[in-house]
């Protein structure tokens, strides 16, 4: 079965930091998912991937996925206390049944 | 955006009882639904995926008689929890989705079995 790592597992940076999150697959990515989850919350979703090489970017945040479709990164510019929170990355599988999910990345932003 | 909505955020009960989730696609219609537990600290747990008119689909280790799941509509997903017991007391959260489309996630319920 496909597992997702992610790292860091937690992350604490000065706000207006730079910051970067890594998503890896055991096998080839058929869609990736970013998600923020606040604490106690739903899932907010951010960005999908698809294509090898693909990037995305929304406000301040980036996501790339790497040719060869296994991992993903996830790019924070000029952090601010609001993107503290739990970020997931999902990955879909051949058939786009189900999503699984990583462990999740808790980033936390000092002000 | 798509919006999902929970229903109800909090349920606190006795040890026994049964607790019925309602997860609402409010602006698409929904043809897979998921449900999901997540523990403290830990990452969202799949429990079953489901299709609106056919029988859901659960992970390893779920019991199906235990939680509940009717998709009734293209709309609306229940998870019922049966004879609750302090055990099951999680934090659930549904999503939905349509097609390829990304899921789309309600705000979760804490569930609490006293």
């Known amino acids: 079965s496909q597992e997702l790592e992610q790292s860091p597992q937690s992350l604490i940076v000065q706000e207006g930091k730079n910051l970067t999150i890594n998503c890896t697959s055991s096998?080839?990515?058929?869609?990736l998912y970013w998600y923020k989850q606040k604490y106690g919350e739903g899932l907010i979703f951010l960005m999908m991937?698809?294509?090898?090489?693909e990037e995305k970017s929304h406000e301040k945040i980036t996501a790339k996925l790497d040719e060869k479709k296994q991992q993903s990164s996830l790019h924070i510019t000029a952090s601010q206390p609001s993107h503290a929170g739990i970020y997931l990355c999902?990955?879909?599988?051949?058939?786009?049944?189900?999503?699984?999910f990583g462990k999740g990345t808790r980033l936390h932003i000092l002000p | 955006g798509a919006v999902v909505s929970q229903h109800p955020s909090r349920v606190i009960c006795k040890s026994g009882t049964s607790v019925k989730i309602e997860c609402r696609s409010l602006?698409?219609?929904?043809?897979?639904m998921f449900w999901y537990r997540q523990f403290p600290k830990k990452s969202l747990m799949l429990m079953a995926t489901?299709?609106?008119?056919?029988?859901?689909?659960?992970e390893q280790g779920v019991e199906k008689d235990k939680f509940l799941i009717n998709h009734a509509s293209l709309t609306l997903s229940t998870l019922t929890v049966t004879s609750a017991h302090p055990e099951d007391s999680s934090f659930y959260i549904c999503?939905?989705?349509?097609?390829?489309?990304?899921?789309?996630f309600g705000d979760g319920t804490r569930l609490s079995i006293l």
């Open positions: 096998k080839t990515l058929y869609g």
């Open positions: 999503s939905a989705r349509t097609g390829f489309q990304p899921q789309h």
């Open positions: 999902g990955a879909d599988g051949k058939i786009h049944d189900k999503i699984i």
């Open positions: 991937l698809q294509k090898g090489g």
């Open positions: 489901s299709n609106e008119g056919s029988k859901a689909t659960y």
């Open positions: 602006d698409f219609q929904a043809t897979t």
